[in-house]
């Protein structure tokens, strides 16, 4: 199960970047989304996330 950004939420800071293990997030035009193929499930991301934007799909 990968994780998704809620980008209502996202404020694009990249903490989830920096904490992301499997280079699964990757940012377009400070977009942010995680590639599910490449997701662990480690919720490294969610956990860093400030704003609470990341969760479980």
């Given at each position: 199960m990968a994780?998704?950004?809620d980008t209502d939420n996202?404020?694009?800071c990249g903490a989830c970047l920096d904490a992301c293990?499997?280079?699964a997030?990757?940012?377009k035009d400070s977009v942010?989304?995680?590639i599910a193929d490449k997701c662990v499930d480690c919720?490294?991301?969610e956990s860093?996330?400030?704003?609470?934007?990341?969760?479980a799909s």
């Open positions: 994780y998704k950004i996202c404020v694009a293990p499997s280079t997030i990757i940012e942010y989304s995680i919720a490294a991301c860093t996330c400030p704003n609470g934007a990341i969760s």
